[in-house]
């Protein structure tokens, strides 16, 4: 545990800056929207930013990329296939716990199983993450029922907390570790992790007054939805009101579901492209024979649910797939963001 | 940052979004939170669009057909072709030159557009598609208010009590305005649906009318005499701001109420309550779809004096508002492209706007009114067209027997087959250039990144073509553009570039969020009604009434959806589920005909016929069939055979017979 003063906290991300390409929240002028984006000059970076619109998903798994490229020689009947593998150090600076949630439920889907995503893997390896305690909540946050904050409690390099004049460093590796003791930074005392406690309970003292906007009380739920004990009409309700955007699962931290294209790009050559998918779109989950197991909408909301909140797809991640950012809330052009839906089910389970 | 704001290029909603651009790629897309429309929601085709950005299906360099073949050639060449052919056909009153613009183009490169046809080439044959949707819908509007455009404003539907929702599948086509009457439903305004379909918005709805195809306007005109017939009426507005009240409600009186029951197929208690809560709600808005497939004049004429009787119209949470399914359709109107209008609705008949555009062009324009591509009947003989995905399916015939065809264009299509010459051009995101929303709201697209080498942006080849024909225009930028067009059209006065830097852009007229009643030079008046209130009937040959219209992710041929991955793998979902496309029929209808779900059809109208597959859907009522068109063979052959009854839009309807095959 090191400390150090508010006004030298941007250090830290300036000295990742000579190693890493460098991302966090910057607070964009013209539209005053925060996006967890890359800053060419880490001042652009704002701890205090509101939680990014966009998570830092997109870094690890961008929206749109190029994985390989192939060209085939027909002369010689050989193909030649170039993987494109993103390996650039990267750093995370100034995340807060829910999106650090949703990266550690990408590294067990990506990473966590029998097949290693390489593609994943390289963007993953070197990564530096500095994460950034909650000192109070905004206004769609609801991490406290999903269990991933308003602090982080694992996966991160360091962890700030803002205690007023100073921040708590905490080293949650030797990577971070290493990089405190280069940096010189202070010790801290029990009085700063007591001091870091008392910021916490603050915070989540400050759900009840500040994060108004959801409230989702999820554990009933997680029963409900994992057993399928949940009447057909809320889910058609819910699908109702679902028109086939697919932003939620853009926006969610933790939707891994991608698809791939092979785009051709000269004549005997292909790109081959992985872009983000959504389980909300009816030619996702159509089979090769034309059988769609899931082709009304409220059969792909369930599911989306189902994904998030179940006990089965829970051993997946080791938590629930829902991180508690409150983002699906935001983005939703119907009104079926997940503590919605949530809401939905409890209004029905208590009936 | 890497993240660049922009507007969003596919439907008239004009949501914001952030566009994720690195060198010279765009990699994503994200929606613009604070942005006064769309307020951080995109729709399938927003949230893909980089997608399309991205496509390697784009037209990079000029080319010249020589020996049949399109050859490469650099700009100059290309643009001296396409000169040297239009000189051909030029003449004081140039009838054989035709323009066919966009409604994606941006204002400043369709108004350029617009004054290289009139004043370089003496043509005013320069139109949009046959589409008449929202033409209709200007007409109707201007004559009786003088604002062609929508009435109220999108940002007002949260203050509006009583929502009507008229043929249109808004949550399909203008996703986040479907999204906006959801909200203002849950908030506790009454959302009303009436249509030929239980689509989805009508099962948000408070109440959902299911009418019988064709016969919008009897509803229409029924909730209207039932405003008279129950005293309803808002008299004080109606003396005080309208005028031709008494002509009207004295045509309403034969109504009777089982003709109406007959032709709309509804409980005329229904529309009776759906009358009563329009008249005795506070603020009241009506949507209706002014696209591709809009309604006809009187059924819109009926709409909007229904509205103007009981007040709703000119005040807070009030509006009648027809809804663009194109991005820049209203704007494309606003830029004068139709062969009878100069901007902002000024007729070419109006001797002190053409002195005005006279004057600033340093022209004498030939003020003869030309005609659309669809009215020309033959006459042409070259044409210009720009970016379009549809025309040359519907009017392949004339187009291929033209002596000469340029296509100029960002993206390849079937276009360039028939042309003999193409320019390519770079997209929206290439350069500057503002939009106008459904909603009159005019916003800025900023270059977020260069073009392919050499590629130029409309307005500069537009330039460089007047250029080559000897016209001396002096434009620096897109904003250079719109000062000209603030000078010469009314409407728009006040908007000029730096003002709309500012996100979310400026309305016209002045930022007004709705008609200004109060501040109009004479009274409103009610729309006139042509014809009567017959409606199309089947008959025991053709027991079906079949209707058209556009489904999900399908848009028209779709030409840019079909550059896309996840779009167009939902496409093909649907096609490959429906190869020859389908005709969706209800469950009891399949039972009669004793078919099931993708078993094929021929459908046969009294016009000509096609082979399709049946969808069994609860969506569409008995003795009534649904066709999207999006398959290349059902559009070209039968549309074509049918395209007189489709110029009626929306209300559309052809009696049908359907065999199994």
Known sequence: ?351 | MNYKSGICTFCGTGCGHLLDVRGDKVCGVFPMQNHPVSKGRLCVRGWNVHELLSTADKITTPLIRKNGKLVEASYDEAVACLVDNLAKYKKDNSEEIGFLASSRSSNEDNFLLMKLARSVFNSNNISLDSDPGHRNSLDVLNRATGMPGMLGSLEEISKADFLLVVGIDITKQNPIIGSELHFAAMKGARLMTIDTRNTQIAKLSNGFLQIRPGSYKVAMAYMAKVLVDENLCDVDFLKRYTEGFEQFSKTLAALNDDEVAGKTGLDVEQLKNAARDLALSKSAMVFFSSGISGFDSDTIGYIFNLYLMAGKIGREGCGVNPVTGINNLQGSYDMGIAPDLLTGFQSLSDKSAIDRFNKEWGVKLNTHPGKSICESSGKLKALVVVDHDETIVRNVNEISKMDFVAYIGSYKNDFVNYAHVVLPVATYAETDGTFTNTERRVQLAKKKLEPAKNVLPAWQLIAKIAEKAGAKWNYASPADVMAEIVKLTPNYAGIAYDKLQAMGGMKWPNGAARLNIESAPRKVSFAEIAGGLSVPLASEEYPLLLMIGEAQHYWHQNNLMKKTSIPLREYNATLLLYPKGYVAISPQDAKDLNVRDRFTVKIVSPYGSMEAMVQVTDKVKPKTAYVAYFVDDMVTKFFLEHKDVLKRGEDATIPVRIVKV
């Open chain 1, 1 to 351: 545990m090191y400390l150090i003063k508010k006004s030298q906290v941007m250090d830290i991300a300036k000295e990742l800056q000579k190693e890493y390409e460098l991302y966090g929240p910057v607070i964009d002028k013209e539209t005053k929207q925060t996006m967890f984006v890359k800053a060419d000059d880490a001042a652009e970076i704002d701890l205090n930013a509101p939680i990014p619109a966009i998570p830092p998903k997109h870094v690890l798994f961008p929206n749109y990329e190029r994985i390989m490229s192939y060209k085939y020689d027909r002369q010689n009947k050989k193909v030649d296939i170039k993987p494109d593998f993103d390996e650039k150090p990267k750093a995370l600076f100034g995340l807060r716990s829910c999106d650090l949630t949703g990266v550690l439920c990408m590294d067990r889907f990506f990473l966590g199983q029998e097949f290693a995503d390489e593609v994943y893997k390289n963007h993953r390896k070197n990564m530096f993450i500095v994460s950034n305690t909650c000192i109070a909540p905004f206004k769609q946050c609801f991490c406290v029922c999903t269990d991933s904050g308003p602090a982080a409690q694992e996966g991160y390099d360091l962890n700030l907390t803002d205690l007023g004049d100073q921040y708590l460093v905490e080293a949650g590796s030797d990577k971070g570790k290493k990089l405190a003791e280069k940096m010189g930074l202070a010790k801290a005392d029990d009085s700063h992790k007591k001091a870091k406690e008392n910021a916490v309970d603050k915070s989540i003292s400050l759900f009840d007054s500040i994060a108004t906007d959801n409230k989702a009380w999820i554990s009933r739920v997680m029963n409900r939805v994992t057993t399928g004990l949940i009447d057909e009409k809320v889910w058609e309700y819910i699908g109702n009101q679902c028109i086939e955007c697919g932003a939620c699962s853009f926006v969610c931290p933790s939707c891994t579901c991608f698809n791939i294209t092979d785009p051709i790009t000269a004549p005997d050559e292909a790109d081959r492209m992985r872009t983000w998918d959504s389980c909300s779109y009816e030619g996702y989950s159509r089979m090769a024979g034309g059988h769609n197991p899931r082709k009304p909408v409220e059969d792909r909301r369930s599911k989306r649910f189902f994904c998030k909140l179940s006990y089965s797809q829970a051993k997946k991640y080791l938590r629930p797939g829902c991180v508690g950012c409150g983002r699906c809330q935001w983005v939703c052009p119907g009104d079926i963001g997940l503590p919605n839906v949530v809401t939905y089910i409890r209004r029905e389970i208590q009936k």
